[in-house]
């Protein structure tokens, strides 16, 4: 949207294009034969730069043709010469030559927008001039630098766009005929294209250079005195923000920003002159800092939009902005600013329509003088320190209201019913307040008419009772989120069967009842269904298989029973499946391997009988294209394995306080574990593969498949407590990147096989209680695990449990042999008794000292390692969190 505005702005200062018509005047003959030339000249271009044309849109240029005018795309002043060519988005492809076009001496305008041309803009000095005017390149794959021979020979260029290409640099020393320039979405990285911009400017109207790699530091522009557009955003400049280029703006300047920057400085400190013009003002995401906002900024009466969001700017919000009465977008989010929300800010409310607070220290309650604010659509205030009633003295008078979030403050009581009466509001946002009594059956009544709303999320609240039925009434309806809250009883019918749902997020309460069986049967939108911690029960429908659009499932701590459906493997977008601690049985269905985009598999912790899938790795390496994100949180034991399985799980966290998760967990759990915060998009959008695969504390039986070494992106392998047999496969070493392995209380056997020594980032693995044997492998991380990790096995050695030597086979000691001697052989005297009994405790006492000596040595090896190599003790030193989770079943 950001670029759609500019490109707009940009299209409506572009000289207008002649009409596609031929002149009804006769031609001369010199006439007929210029346009035979340019027939020629057309059909040369056609052949040299277009190398395909899969539109067809090309089609009609017949060699046969007296004059090019009738040809889609060519456009013919009254004369009958081409004096424009409009080849927008038509799908061309091939490699740019515009030379050939020069002999098309009328050409003024060029439209190349939305193609695949690649090559380089160059010009040879031909004998034909350039006499383009107009020429738009935007949104193609041009990737080598502009030659100075363009420029030089374009020298009656006013309108210049080549967005929206790979385009590095080059030269850019354009003549003062230039009123336009976009080089917006290249690569640019050459700081002095600033320079020659602001020397070369007396007459650009529009300049924009965003999305591009400068890393300059920004100077002051005063001599573009024709400027109006200046955009330089999403670039990497740095240093103070100069005085000058707010007290010295041309008076022209109706457009400016610099957002998305690295630019720093004392905003409260800028002197604002000659912006009576300016319109849009944006500074966001930057480092500005200062007390406040200058005062001077009121100087810009014609300010419409003025974003500062994502600064470091503090204390109390001016309450001067009161008098900027043209404002209709204010953006002051995630900065410092503290204290009451100043009412003089209500003056604005003429003009007003967005309004963004969030992510400050804001205290008290919302004023009153909003309650004028007639024309306001969009309201943030959340992530402040928020209090008292103004959602029904306040909030409930905005009846053009349509974007309403409050999370995360101090808001207490019910959730006022009369919100019904705002009727055009689409997003209601009250999570993370303190709200306590039931979801008001009003907000979806029919005497409201309350059906526009599309999002309605009350997670992480304090309500109770059950889900009233009248929601279902919310035709339109996209996302529900009531997690972690009081809430009882089942979900109304109507809530399941509204058609436009695509996300239910419930978990954390205590409802029950069955999920439906004909669940996404006749509307299939549902892409996320988050229903774990709850207390539902029945079996998983087979008509989950219908839900084709459906990415993440989480139905985990529940009491759900009976076999998977196998039609989940039929999910192409499953990312993220969670059946994990319920009553499920039956065998792993094998057609979970065909879900093209799983890359999260939990189990555990159900009843599960039979082998290991070798087909969950089928689809490995296939590509991951899901382009949605949640917040999410991973609870994982930073401790040792045994015993602390259970809270290993991913959590959905939009909305909900850290706090809140915590209280979660059950004390009985294990104490040392961490929290991992993230979005899906982020952490899962490059993977393509399987990484979190857990079948733990089930009944499966067979060997460990081979297969699985084939699932190179796997992190986390949790097989343990089950009653697997054979030996672990040599070829789990192939799995790099492994993090997790926990293969505990099985039936194992054989030798662990030394390529586990090459798994470079493996923190934690357990694989005691099995029937394991041999030497443990001394290299890499398994020389840091504790003597834990291998327990209860039938015959391991090596640190950090017992020496190899002290498990050989015991022999006869030298005594009993003189013994035995003694009896065969009377002669034996009684000196050879003595000299093998020296012998003999000889033989003892280097043994004990031998042992004692090699555990003096394993010792400080196993500190010079840590010292040498900068392993750290497995007990970390960041901050660990004692958690609440209800413990596992067995």
């Avoid at 054989?750 to 209680?769: A, K, Y």
Wanted: proline share 5%; hydrophobic share 35%; with cysteine.
């Amino acid at each position: 949207m950001h670029f759609m505005i500019h490109f707009f702005i940009f299209f409506l200062l572009a000289p207008s294009m002649p009409s596609e018509v031929s002149s009804t005047v006769p031609l001369t003959s010199s006439e007929k034969q210029n346009q035979s030339n340019e027939v020629m000249a057309l059909l040369a271009f056609k052949h040299s730069s277009v190398e395909a044309d899969p539109n067809g849109f090309l089609d009609n240029w017949n060699p046969a043709s007296l004059s090019p005018c009738s040809w889609v795309g060519v456009f013919c002043s009254p004369s009958g010469q081409v004096s424009a060519l409009n080849f927008t988005y038509a799908g061309l492809i091939g490699r740019l030559q515009i030379d050939g076009l020069m002999v098309l001496e009328n050409l003024q305008h060029l439209y190349l927008r939305g193609n695949s041309f690649s090559g380089y803009l160059f010009l040879n000095k031909v004998s034909y001039p350039c006499i383009i005017e107009t020429l738009d390149l935007s949104f193609n794959n041009l990737s080598a630098p502009i030659s100075k021979t363009f420029f030089d020979s374009c020298d009656r260029l006013t309108s210049l766009n080549l967005s929206h290409n790979l385009i590095p640099g080059g030269s850019f020393d354009f003549g003062t005929s230039l009123l336009e320039l976009d080089l917006s979405s290249n690569l640019i990285s050459d700081s002095s294209i600033l320079n020659s911009s602001f020397l070369n400017c007396q007459n650009l109207r529009l300049l924009n250079l965003s999305y591009n790699k400068l890393s300059a530091e920004l100077g002051a522009f005063s001599s573009c005195g024709k400027l109006s557009i200046l955009d330089l955003s999403n670039n990497m400049l740095s240093g103070d923000i100069p005085t000058l280029l707010v007290s010295d703006l041309p008076g022209s300047l109706e457009f400016l920003d610099i957002s998305h920057n690295n630019i720093s400085g004392n905003f409260s400190a800028l002197e604002f002159k000659n912006c009576a013009k300016l319109s849009v003002l944006n500074l966001s995401n930057n480092a500005l800092y200062g007390t406040g906002i200058p005062h001077s900024l009121t100087n810009c009466r014609l300010l419409e939009k003025l974003d500062l969001s994502y600064n470091e700017l503090m204390d109390k919000i001016p309450a001067a902005l009161g008098i900027m009465g043209n404002l209709k977008h204010l953006n002051l989010a995630h900065n410092d600013f503290s204290g009451n929300i100043p009412p003089e800010l209500g003056w604005t409310c003429g003009t007003l329509v967005e309004l963004d607070l969030s992510e400050n220290k804001l205290s008290g309650e919302f004023p009153e003088t909003f309650k004028s604010c007639d024309a306001l659509q969009s309201l943030n205030l959340g992530n402040n320190q928020l209090s008292g009633n103004f959602l029904t003295t306040v909030i409930t008078t905005l009846t053009k209201l349509e974007i309403l979030q409050v999370p995360f403050n101090n808001i207490s009581g019910p959730i006022p019913s009369s919100l019904g009466n705002i009727t055009k509001l689409r997003v209601l946002n009250l999570s993370s307040n303190a709200f306590t009594g039931n979801i008001p059956s009003g907000l979806c009544s029919s005497s409201t008419s309350f059906f526009s709303l599309q999002k309605l999320l009350l997670a992480g609240n304090f309500l109770s009772g059950q889900v009233p039925s009248t929601i279902g009434n919310c035709k339109n309806l996209r996302t529900i989120d009531f997690s972690v809250n009081n809430l009882s009883g089942s979900i109304p019918p109507d809530v399941w069967m509204l058609p436009h749902l695509s996300d239910l997020s419930i978990w954390g309460n205590s409802f029950s009842g069955e999920i439906p069986k004909d669940i996404c049967f006749r509307r299939n939108n549902l892409e996320t269904l988050i229903l774990n911690d709850n207390i539902f029960s029945g079996t998983i429908p087979e008509s989950v298989s219908h839900c084709k659009n459906l990415i993440w499932l989480s139905l985990s701590f529940n009491q759900l029973s009976g076999d998977i459906p196998a039609g989940i493997g039929t999910l192409q977008k499953l990312s993220i499946l969670q059946l994990n601690h319920n009553l499920l049985t039956g065998r792993i269905p094998p057609e979970l391997g065909s879900c093209q985009s799983l890359i999260w598999l939990d189990l555990n912790n159900n009843h599960f009988t039979g082998n290991v899938p070798s087909e969950l790795a089928n689809r490995t390496g296939i590509d991951f294209k899901n382009d949605r994100e949640w917040k999410f949180a991973y609870f994982r034991n930073e401790g040792e394995i045994k015993g602390c399985h259970v809270v290993n799980n991913l959590l959905y966290s939009e909305g909900i306080r850290p706090e809140r998760l915590v209280g979660l967990l059950d004390s009985n759990s294990c104490s040392l574990m961490r929290v991992y915060h993230g979005w899906t998009l982020s952490m899962f959008k490059s993977d393509g593969s399987m990484i979190y695969l857990d079948l733990s504390f089930n009944f499966l039986s067979g060997s460990i498949p081979d297969s699985l070494s084939s699932m190179s992106y796997l992190q986390f392998l949790y097989l343990g407590h089950n009653r697997l047999t054979g030996t672990i496969p040599e070829t789990l070493g192939s799995l790099k990147v492994l993090t997790v392995l926990d293969l505990s209380h099985n039936q194992l056997e054989g030798r662990i096989p030394s390529s586990l020594e090459f798994l470079q980032f493996l923190t934690d693995m357990d694989v005691s209680n099995n029937n394991l044997s041999g030497t443990i492998p001394s290299g890499g991380p398994l020389e840091t695990f504790p003597a834990s990790s291998f327990a209860n096995n039938s015959d391991l050695c090596r640190q950090p449990l017992a020496t190899c030597d002290s498990k050989k086979p015991k022999t006869d000691n030298p005594s009993t042999l003189l013994r035995k001697n003694k009896k065969d052989n009377p002669s034996t005297g009684s000196v050879y008794d003595w000299v093998w009994l020296a012998a003999w405790m000889g033989f003892i006492n280097g043994v004990i000292i031998g042992v004692y000596t090699g555990l003096i040595l394993f010792e400080v090896k196993d500190r010079w390692f840590m010292k040498t190599f900068h392993v750290t003790p497995r007990r970390r030193s960041e901050q660990l969190y004692s958690r609440r989770r209800r413990p596992c079943r067995r």
